[in-house]
Structures are given as structure tokens and as C-alpha cells.
């Protein structure tokens, strides 16, 4: 079966890339809703792939339609999943995401875009998680209305906020992350504001199953960018709500309000680019007050006199941990929706209650080749929390363990990208177990391999 996937992919793909590798269109991004090929407007030529991106319906041009997609499979492996606390698997498993999207324009006032998903795992020796399967399912579908420098989208939709470190649309898992939303948008040549009420879909496995549950995770806010700022360049300014009855952290489970106000200065100067944010959270878990932070600088430098111009980067961050059990404050910080990916595919540790140190490298091999390779200690913030997944749910406890230091995780990738619809990626981990993982749970060390395709259209 792996072998028919793969192929299947290569097959289709290799059709695509010999019938428009000649076109001029931009690259896709991350949020397909905000590609435009209106430009094709001006394109007298036909052909199958320009109107499959661009056919006009009605009198005028601007009144168009736009099909697209994604194929992506994925194979992964551990030896030793969660330290070795889960089911050995000695096959690894499957997973295959399937993203169909189309898009209508009715001018430049109005707009729909739909978007359908069917995604399976297979081999897995655990039942599916929330990240894993959707046999079928609406992802996105949402209508735009534009008045001048306001746009108002209401309906299903994803998000993607600043670094994507509170608010991402979860790249990493099989079923990215979507809610039913209403936000308010201004956008000028240098700012930008986006205002927004919104409730998380929770993806299910069956078919048309999706949904909020009751009565689900609520977010809301104003996420604000500035750009060309004297000496700062580009700062992000934003307050975030949440509001879950299910919160869960070491110190107890239930009902969870808690209010983030965060800044962001990022952008870059000569070979050097910077990144760093800084965020206090507080509200109410329980009984219990919050108070919790997080603080985080990446710097890249790229190497201009070396060949192919490689890029380090150094990364750090503290995010604070509960100070003491069963007291009236909790101090746990919540990443809220983050990138399920948020250290590397892996996956195998969340950002909560950690200190961390993050040197990488970016290597252009040529031919459209990138190597990379990153190295990160882990530590425990506090000694009296625990440690918790990418999902924001608590691992192993921080009760009767006193060791701060968690392991050290060494990766590495390789990714071929000869156009913009084609990638391909092999991806490695290794994660050394320190002394609290042995004191927590089995605290063996972890091996992790993945091999991505991915087919864009």
C-alpha cells in the first residue's frame, strides 16, 4: 500500500509539473484563500491549467472562479514512542491528507471559498486522534464582503497569527486546525488590524462529523501589524481570549478563562534577521488565579561569502511552569492552538513549562536541494509542573520528580522542491531522555523518521 501511495503521487505529480512547469503564477502559500490569480484575466491563451485557477462566469472579469488542491502523504516511525510508554510499532504508519478547494469571486465585493477535506491514517496501532483521520468533511466555507480598507469574513475558516506560536493553522498533524468564525479586518499599505469571535471545530474521524463541542474552546481578540517602523521595522501588537470548560494541567482539570497580551518586533537588517515575543497571560483556572509568560528571540545570520549562502539560527525561549500543587495560582502557560509541529515533526514535547536553547542550520545544497539540522536542550521551567504535549495536555506530572533537565533532541532534514507543486521531505530525529524523563516514565530514548510528499495544485 505504501508503495502504490507514493507512486500514485509521483505519478500525478510528474503530469502537473511537465503541463505548467512553463507558467508564470506565484507560489502557493499557507492559507490557500489568500492566493489571487485574478492577473489571468489578461491571459488570452487557453489551456487546462489556466482554467482550472481562473474562469470568468458573467459579463465582467472580475467574476471568476478558481479550483485547487493539496495531496499529501506522509509516513512516519518512532522506536521508543513517548520515551517508550507507547504501544511499540514496528511497521510505522501512514497518513494520507487529501484538500480540495474551490474559490468564487463576484467582484471585488464579495466572495465564497469552500473547502473539502478527506484524510485517513493507517497502521497505527492506537485508535485515532483528533489530529489524525477525517474521512470526510468540510474544512473551510466562509463568504468575504469588502467595504473599501474593511473586509468582513464570516464562517469556517482557519487562522494563521503572527509566528503562529498562539494561534496556527497546525501544519504539522494530518487535520489542520479550522474555526467557525466572524472577524473584522482594516488593511492599509502599512497597518493592519484583525478583530475576531471564534469557536474551534473539533475534527472527528467519521464522515460530516465535525463540529464545536459543547460547549467547546472559544477564542476571541484584536491582533494588530505595523509595519515599517523606525529602527523596529514590523511590530505585532495583540490582546487573545480563551475560554474552555476542559482545561487541563497538572494542577487539576475544568473550567479555564484566560486573557493574553502579547508584542512581537521582528524583521531583518543586512544578512542578520530577528524575531522575538513576549507574552502575560492571566485569568482564572478553578479556583486558581493565573499569572503565566513566555519570552522568545530567533536570530538567523546568513553566510553570504560561503557557497549557496547557508543561514544559522539560534533560537531561546522560556515559558513559565506552575510554581506549587494545590495552591490558589497557576502559573502553566497556555500556547492556546500552536503549530502541532511546534519542535520539529516529532512532535513529542509542547510549549509549556519550558527552557529551551535551539541552534540550527539551513544548508542550499543546489538543484533545488535544502539540508537542515538543529540541536535543542529541554528543561523543565518549574520543577513543581509537569511536561505537556503540543495539544497543551500534561505528559508525565511534576509531583515527586526534581530533575530540571528533560533530553536533548538532535534533527535533521532534506527537502527536494523542483517546482512550486512538488516537495518532498525525509525528516530524523533523536531524542536523548534526561533524568526527569527517567524519573517520570520509562525514559527511554526516542528515534523518529518521516518521509513527506506533497502535491499542490
Avoid: C
Avoid at 254 to 268: C, L, V
Amino acid at each position: 500500500m505504501k508503495k502504490a501511495v507514493i507512486t500514485l503521487l509521483l505519478l500525478v505529480s510528474s503530469g502537473f509539473l511537465q503541463k505548467t512547469a512553463a507558467q508564470d503564477f506565484p507560489a502557493f502559500k499557507s492559507l490557500r484563500f489568500n492566493e489571487d490569480y485574478s492577473f489571468l484575466q489578461n491571459d488570452s491563451s487557453e489551456y487546462w491549467y489556466k482554467n482550472l485557477k481562473y474562469k470568468r462566469f458573467g459579463k465582467k472579469q472580475a467574476y471568476f472562479r478558481s479550483f485547487g488542491g493539496e495531496l499529501r502523504w506522509q509516513y512516519q516511525f518512532y522506536k521508543n514512542e513517548e520515551w517508550g510508554d507507547a504501544p511499540p510499532d514496528d511497521d510505522g504508519f501512514l497518513y494520507l491528507r487529501n484538500l480540495f478547494h474551490a474559490d468564487v469571486h463576484f467582484g471585488k465585493k464579495a466572495r465564497l471559498f469552500a473547502q473539502m477535506k478527506s484524510n485517513f491514517m493507517a497502521g497505527r496501532p492506537q485508535p485515532p486522534r483528533q489530529i489524525d483521520e477525517n474521512q470526510l468533511g468540510l474544512h473551510q466555507f466562509f463568504g468575504d464582503f469588502s467595504f473599501g480598507k474593511w473586509l468582513l469574513r464570516a464562517g469556517r475558516q482557519e487562522f494563521l497569527l503572527g509566528s503562529q506560536r498562539l494561534v496556527a493553522v497546525r501544519e504539522g498533524p494530518n487535520n489542520r486546525q479550522t474555526f467557525d468564525a466572524a472577524r473584522l479586518v482594516r488593511e492599509t499599505a502599512r497597518f493592519r488590524a484583525d478583530a475576531f469571535v471564534a469557536r474551534a471545530v473539533t475534527d472527528r474521524p467519521g464522515i460530516f462529523d465535525d463540529g464545536v463541542v459543547p460547549p467547546g474552546a472559544s477564542l476571541w481578540g484584536l491582533y494588530t501589524v505595523t509595519n515599517q517602523v523606525r529602527f523596529l521595522k514590523n511590530v505585532d501588537l495583540y490582546y487573545l481570549g480563551f475560554y474552555t470548560e476542559n482545561g487541563v494541567f497538572d494542577d487539576g482539570r475544568g473550567r479555564e478563562r484566560r486573557h493574553s497580551f502579547g508584542t512581537r518586533i521582528w524583521g531583518k537588517g543586512g544578512a542578520w534577521q530577528y524575531d522575538g515575543e513576549a507574552v502575560y497571560q492571566f485569568g482564572d483556572f478553578l479556583d486558581k488565579k493565573i499569572s503565566a509568560y513566555t519570552a522568545s528571540l530567533h536570530l538567523r545570520y546568513t553566510l553570504a561569502g560561503v557557497k549557496n549562502q547557508p543561514v544559522l539560527g539560534l533560537k531561546t525561549e522560556i515559558i513559565s511552569g506552575d510554581q506549587a500543587h494545590d495552591d490558589a495560582a497557576l502559573q502553566t502557560f497556555n500556547p492556546l492552538f500552536p503549530r502541532g509541529a511546534y519542535f520539529g515533526l516529532a512532535a513529542l514535547i509542547g510549549p509549556a513549562n519550558l527552557l529551551d536553547l535551539h541552534p540550527s542550520i539551513e544548508w542550499p545544497l543546489g538543484r533545488n536541494w535544502v539540508l537542515g539540522a538543529d540541536y535543542d536542550v529541554f528543561w523543565r521551567h518549574s520543577l513543581a509542573d509537569g511536561i505537556y504535549g503540543p495539544n497543551v495536555r500534561p505528559i508525565y506530572s511534576g509531583r515527586n520528580t526534581f530533575a530540571r533537565h528533560i533530553g536533548n533532541q538532535l534533527g535533521a532534514n532534506l527537502a527536494w522542491e523542483p517546482n512550486r507543486h512538488f516537495n518532498l521531505q525525509l525528516e530524523g530525529t533523536w531524542f536523548a531522555a534526561g533524568p526527569y524523563l527517567r524519573e517520570a516514565g520509562a525514559g527511554k530514548d526516542v528515534f523518529f523518521a518521516a518521509v513527506t510528499v506533497q502535491f499542490k495544485y
